[in-house]
């Protein structure tokens, strides 16, 4: 079948479900590849000087295909001969040129160096990270799949591939979020590389990042202090969040008394960076499919707030015996009570605030 996504259009197989035999096309992943579009865009406005990019897990080619149309110097790599023909067609279909390899990416970026690299696997990039600190110069993107083992729902799948643990808490997108972000930056840092979010979200069931890239010690090192363990209370909800990669969880919950869980090392900086995210949405064309979702999404998160984890309202208001509020005025009490508060993208009646979970029922207690 024939699929247009922004100015191109691939062909690709039926697809059913899961991953089969024949070259694989997501459709739900248009969003990604949408907004990966007007990542690239807005990361030449800040490094005019990149101008290479590897899709490192090419498949059909949709994705080098979409930045070769945008003028960047693309590679394609894919194990598999069938995907390699089919992205050289998919290429040739519209008129673009692009180097495509059948082979492996990680003796690729063991040998050489792209301005920026995509990893979208099937699965953990866990594997793929070393290699990519060898071969990516400024910009690294990175989508993980297997967002039970990352949330915590696959507990032990999740220590194994993330050298973390993992909690499957309420806010357990964001667990992903944190967990996949850790890894990441200890892998940077073995090789004195700190990368540094600058957008990430987690949209249905994948996590999906875009790190730069620094290089130094220092650096290195500035991004490790930025990890850190969240300890949870799942009987009132309590939380917070400790610096450092060593954990030192309280014995039990200090407001309820009971068991606390403690989940790390994750990442406790910041997510995304602002100003780029607005850059991205600048950088969005209306014609692109997923044009409406994509700039919702951006929209909330150059807003969202900087704190570790979010509560849901709904969940509070029912763990509390009231009803719901709508959003907008159960934050707009949180703002009256001099808390700071913000929307997420995890889901509609999500939020962040600065306040603890008292002060939070006690601000948005309706009179």
């Not at 594997?127 to 915590?152: E, H, K, M, S, Y």
């Not at 799942?234 to 917070?240: K, M, V």
């Not at 790390?264 to 950088?283: K, N, Q």
């Amino acid at each position: 079948m024939n699929v247009r996504e922004g100015a191109v259009e691939i062909s690709v197989p039926e697809q059913g479900e899961g991953a089969g035999e024949e070259v694989f096309y997501n459709p739900t992943q248009e969003l990604n590849r949408d907004i990966t579009v007007a990542v690239l865009r807005a990361y030449r406005d800040r490094e005019p000087r990149a101008e290479t990019y590897l899709d490192g897990m090419a498949a059909s080619g949709i994705r080098g295909t979409r930045a070769a149309a945008d003028d960047w110097t693309v590679t394609c790599t894919d194990t598999d001969a069938d995907a390699v023909a089919l992205c050289r067609e998919n290429l040739a279909r519209n008129d673009l040129d692009a180097d495509v390899l059948e082979r492996d990416v990680n003796p690729l970026l063991h040998e050489t160096f792209f301005d920026v690299v995509d990893l979208d696997p099937f699965g953990t990039p866990v594997p793929f990270l070393d290699a990519a600190f060898q071969g990516t110069r400024n910009l690294l993107c990175v989508t993980a799949t297997d967002t039970a083992p990352l949330c915590g729902a696959h507990f032990e799948p999740g220590v194994r591939r993330y050298s973390a643990v993992p909690r499957n808490t309420e806010y357990h997108a964001e667990m992903g979020v944190r967990v996949l972000l850790s890894a990441v930056v200890r892998t940077g840092a073995r090789y004195d590389v700190a990368p540094r979010p600058l957008l990430t979200h987690a949209t249905k069931h994948y996590v999906r990042t875009y790190l730069e890239l620094d290089r130094g010690a220092r650096e290195a090192n500035d991004a490790v202090d930025e990890l850190g363990h969240i300890h949870h209370c799942e009987h009132c909800l309590w939380r917070t969040a400790e610096s450092g990669l060593l954990a030192d969880a309280p014995a039990s919950c200090p407001h309820c008394g009971h068991g606390i869980q403690t989940a790390g090392p994750v990442w406790l900086g910041a997510t995304c960076e602002p100003g780029f995210v607005e850059g991205v949405a600048g950088a969005l064309e209306d014609s692109f499919g997923t044009a409406d979702r994509s700039h919702s999404l951006l929209d909330t998160l150059a807003a969202e707030l900087d704190e570790p984890t979010h509560y849901d309202q709904h969940r509070l208001c029912k763990r509390w015996g009231r009803s719901a509020d709508s959003m907008d005025a159960f934050l707009g009490r949180l703002d009256d009570a001099g808390h700071r508060a913000s929307r997420t993208h995890y889901g509609g009646t999500t939020f962040k605030t600065d306040a603890a979970v008292p002060a939070i029922r006690e601000a948005t207690a309706r009179c």
